[in-house]
């Protein structure tokens, strides 16, 4: 059997807009890791936050470019990947409904989907985000200390398409990324990694014939980025979307993947991002996400860099959402 070239989710990114806001809920309310402090590459005024597990591992990587108060709010429709969903064990439900009610976090009651508890609920943006309580989810999660261990997030359970139909992308997926068809509900079908640990890595397609067009800005995701174990792979998988047509950007140096771009025929933005060399690359595993990375070519102008970006605290925003 072929080695797959695609493995899974490698990270999401989406756009909001306050960053201290957004630090506040993600690494505090729902106690992930900021990973990564950097900025945007193509607009360096513009924070890129990464957040995810202990070491920032493929399949549990969300990342924000937060613009502040900007003017361009999204509306979420068909085009997009539009619900971010992660995984929590079964026992974790209560604990994360009493959080939320807490905090004052609107939230859906738990709905049943496959083998799944489902809790829905938005970030301060309006970014559709999910729990999945599972029973078969065993990676280790991250924790500040400030959630429970045996409650925390695990990382991914998965992503949602929003499309038209869903006949062109489930192509795409099966034919030339290694993801195969797995379970249908309803206008849910989906999809996992050929070859490979499923747990973390599904994308569903929702399809939906009259649902609107999505538009782009604050409060949605900008891409998905699938994960491919190196370069070579890279290249391979390159080369396969140019034979069905599509039209991949040339590999892109990211400092801690090397990414291509490309839309899929229903619109959402695919990246396909090199495993290595990871967020370890400039910072030990202890000291991720606490200081500014720049990549080289900015370093020149950090003091300026700097002196724009609305400063963030990691210590205020475990602080907003304690124990």
């Known amino acids: 059997m072929k080695t797959p070239l695609i493995t899974g989710i490698h990270h999401i990114t989406a756009m909001a807009s306050d960053p201290q806001k957004n630090l506040d809920f993600y690494a505090g309310l729902l106690g992930l890791r900021l990973v990564k402090k950097t900025v945007n590459f193509d607009a360096p005024d513009v924070y890129h936050l990464y957040y995810g ?3 920032g591992l493929p399949g549990s990587i969300l990342t924000f470019f937060p613009f502040g108060a900007s003017p361009y709010r999204g509306r979420q429709g068909n085009g997009q990947a539009a619900t ?15 959080r939320f009610e807490r905090y004052g976090i609107a ?14 609920f938005e970030d301060p943006d309006g970014l559709g985000l ?11 999660p991250f924790t500040y200390g400030h959630i429970p261990a045996e409650y925390a997030i695990r990382g991914f359970w998965g992503t949602e398409l929003w499309e038209k139909t869903y006949e062109r992308t489930e192509g795409l997926l099966t034919q030339q990324m290694d993801y195969q068809f797995v379970g249908e509900s309803g206008v849910r079908r989906r999809y996992a990694p050929q070859g490979a640990a499923q747990v973390g890595k599904f994308v569903d397609i929702l399809w939906d014939s009259v649902q609107h067009h999505g538009v782009g800005g604050i409060g949605t995701v900008h891409h998905i980025a699938f994960d491919t174990p190196s370069d070579e ?4 998988v390159r080369e396969t979307l140019l034979s069905a047509g599509l039209m991949p950007t040339h ?5 801690y993947f090397h ?3 490309f839309h899929e025929p229903g619109g959402v933005l695919f990246e396909v991002a090199t495993t ?3 967020f370890t690359r400039d910072e030990a595993v202890a000291d991720l996400g606490t200081a500014l990375k720049l990549p080289i070519w900015q370093e020149p102008k950090r003091a300026s860099i700097e002196a724009g970006l609305q400063p963030i605290s990691l210590e205020k925003a475990l602080a907003h959402y304690p124990q």
């Open 53 to 55: 597990d202990e070491t």
């Open 84 to 98: 971010t969903s992660f995984s929590i064990p079964m026992s974790a439900l209560d604990y994360w409904m009493q």
């Open 107 to 120: 939230y859906k009651q738990p709905q049943a989907r496959f083998d799944e508890a489902v809790i829905y």
């Open 130 to 140: 999910e729990l999945i309580a599972n029973n078969i989810d065993t990676r280790q």
């Open 233 to 236: 792979s890279q290249l391979e």
């Open 251 to 255: 590999v892109l140096d990211r400092q």
């Open 259 to 261: 990414s291509i771009y």
């Open 276 to 278: 290595p060399p990871g």
